[in-house]
């Protein structure tokens, strides 16, 4: 059985929807590109962010 | 005759807008092959396939049932892998229950890769209806 850690599996989710959000969100391959990387960054982003969120307000 | 060629010809033009649709449901990227957007099928064929194998390879459920308003939204979530999910479902290869976290992880692989299948699919249906180039 594949058990990734917790990041690996959020870089891999950021990565197959970021690719399927640009190619249907855009319509030309350099416009696709920059908004699945934007998508990309913003999924990776944001789990490293309420990460150290949920990491502070712990008990 | 032809008119009634024409009117023939448009019946089956219609009734083959929803081609891309139905194929890229069936099978993820199809309806973008259909219409010879080879690149953007095999993105995306690749992308779905992945994400479906990799929730299986954690030990994912698959949704078979609909006993509760959950169950019914991962199902319904699920049947957007079309061909992928029938095979599977038939073949018994989907976990009945998550025992570990990652087999958690793997089941929301399989229900984002069959929300995202729909997506494309209706990404499919807007080229060919001239909505998006």
Redesign the interface.
């Known amino acids: 059985?594949?058990?990734?850690s917790h990041f690996t599996?959020v870089l891999?989710?950021a990565?197959?929807?970021s690719?399927?959000?640009g190619?249907?969100m855009r319509?030309t391959?350099r416009r696709m590109f920059r908004y699945g990387a934007y998508c990309f960054a913003l999924f990776v982003g944001s789990v490293i962010v309420f990460s150290w969120v949920m990491y502070f307000i712990s008990p | 005759m032809s008119n009634k060629a024409a009117a023939a010809g448009k019946e089956s033009g219609q009734r083959a807008v929803y081609l891309p649709l139905i194929a890229g449901w069936l099978v993820p990227g199809a309806g973008h092959f259909l219409l010879r957007k080879w690149w953007r099928g095999a993105f995306l064929f690749v992308a779905i396939v992945c994400m479906f194998a990799l929730g299986m390879a954690m030990g994912g459920k698959l949704y078979t049932g609909a006993e509760n308003i959950l169950d019914m939204l991962g199902l319904a979530g699920d049947v957007g892998n079309g061909l992928m999910f029938f095979v599977t479902h038939f073949l018994g290869i989907g976990a009945q229950h998550v025992r570990v976290t990652t087999a958690d992880y793997g089941t929301k692989f399989m229900v984002v890769a069959g929300l995202l299948n729909v997506m494309a699919a209706v990404d499919a249906h807007n080229l060919r209806t001239g909505r998006k180039h």
Not at chain 1, 1 to 4: E, S
């Open positions: 059985m594949f058990q990734p599996a891999l989710f990565l197959f929807a690719t399927v959000f190619i249907t319509e391959p």
